[in-house]
């Protein structure tokens, strides 16, 4: 009796045993292969959602080299989306931003150049003393426009980010994560003026002088893989061969992100795979196009009380290629009882996104400009707009 309760216990044994892995296996989603086994860090993310596609040791911390220019060309795109700068502004070269070596275009003590062509040089030449000058044009001081490049790395919840220069040369606490990095190449394109910078494979500075400059741009997937448009290489010793690329087919932009590859041809392959992999598995489901009305938003004492909201850029979910798209539906959800004042980039509501009924994304709603607290004249002559019918 006892050989045969033994005899059968093993038997279960070994069939629970056979059967637990396979059911285990069902339950987790299929992981990709490695495509980037020489990579000490990686990740790929759809641009509109933030949405992850696959991931590689994405938050370890790591020199990012050049790569740290993006948060540079951020804070520049900002100023000028601000009024605080114009593409045509000269800009006058310090003594210590002429001083830096690596990457450079060679900017001569005092020289001036305009932001447009010193945006050229950080895009596509990586140029460490063109960082330094805008850095100190913008923030007064390089040291001050470092303590704004953390500033916004922490707002943009980048947690595993210090930053100590504008360039990426090597310099010790200066450290961020491919997941970061991703982050801040999300912001940087939603200012899509900045792929006329990142697409070009070439041009020139200082063109009808004396010493023109030939840029070439040190990401070569620009020319030679389809749709891709930016953004930044890096390397040092430390750092390795890194880059934060992004290419668009369609409506579907990806972001990938690499740390720590040993040569730009692995690099550059890596990147290609990663871009190659996300576009044949996934593709986005546009929900709404740049400058669609999203709906009217009225603001309680606001001056003025009621305005159009549009979309600054478009939203869109990401989507496994041959899932259903017919019942994807969109609702815009304001913030109760709007009050006057309200400030340019205040959250003021959601972008809710439904297939049928589960909700598929969220995406939040900024106010576009400032409404200001209206007077009492004002709210005297809309109360009696409203008593006696007129405007």
């Not at 992100?257 to 593709?283: C, H, I, M």
């Not at 009225?298 to 899932?323: D, N, W």
Request: glycine share 6%; aromatic share 8%; charged share 25%.
């Amino acid at each position: 009796m006892l050989k045969k309760f033994v005899s059968a216990l093993l038997i279960y044994t070994l069939v629970v045993g056979a059967l637990a892995p396979a059911v285990l296996a069902e339950e987790k989603p299929a992981q990709p292969v490695d495509l980037t086994p020489n990579a000490r860090s990686a990740i790929v993310l759809d641009a509109d959602t933030g949405t992850v596609i696959s991931e590689k040791n994405a938050d370890e911390k790591l020199p990012p080299a050049s790569i740290t220019k993006i948060m540079t060309m951020v804070l520049v795109m900002e100023a000028l989306d601000q009024g605080k700068l114009a593409m045509d502004e000269k800009v006058r070269t310090s003594e210590y931003a002429a001083s830096m070596g690596g990457s450079q275009i060679f900017l001569e003590v005092g020289e001036e150049m305009s932001v447009q062509d010193m945006l050229k040089g950080i895009a596509m030449a990586s140029g460490n003393d063109a960082s330094v000058a805008m850095a100190e044009k913008i923030g007064g001081s390089e040291q001050g426009f470092v303590q704004m490049m953390n500033d916004k790395a922490k707002e943009l919840g980048m947690n595993n980010t210090n930053f100590v220069n504008p360039n990426g040369l090597p310099a010790d606490n200066h450290y961020t994560t491919a997941r970061d990095i991703a982050i801040m190449s999300r912001e940087l394109l939603k200012h899509e003026e900045i792929t006329q910078f990142t697409s070009v494979y070439q041009d020139y500075l200082r063109k009808d002088t004396p010493k023109p400059f030939w840029l070439v741009n040190t990401n070569k997937l620009v020319r030679f893989y389809p749709g891709a448009d930016g953004l930044k290489t890096g390397y040092t010793s430390e750092a390795k061969f890194c880059l934060s690329a992004t290419a668009k087919r369609d409506n579907f932009r990806v972001i990938t992100v690499v740390l720590g590859e040993p040569d730009t041809k692995t690099r550059n392959a890596e990147v290609t795979k990663l871009f190659d992999y996300a576009f044949s598995q996934y593709t986005n489901q546009l929900v709404v196009k740049t400058g669609d009305v999203l709906g009217d938003v009225t603001v309680k004492r606001g001056k003025p009380e009621k305005f159009q909201l549009t979309a600054k850029h478009q939203y869109s979910v990401l989507l496994k290629k041959g899932e259903a798209t017919q019942d994807i539906r969109h609702e815009l959800k304001l913030e109760p009882e709007l009050k006057a004042p309200i400030t340019a980039g205040q959250p003021i509501g959601k972008i809710l996104v439904y297939k049928g009924d589960q909700q598929l994304a969220e995406f939040p709603v900024e106010a576009p400009a400032n409404v200001d607290k209206a007077g009492w004249w004002d709210m005297l002559k809309r109360t009696a707009g409203h008593l006696f019918f007129i405007d």
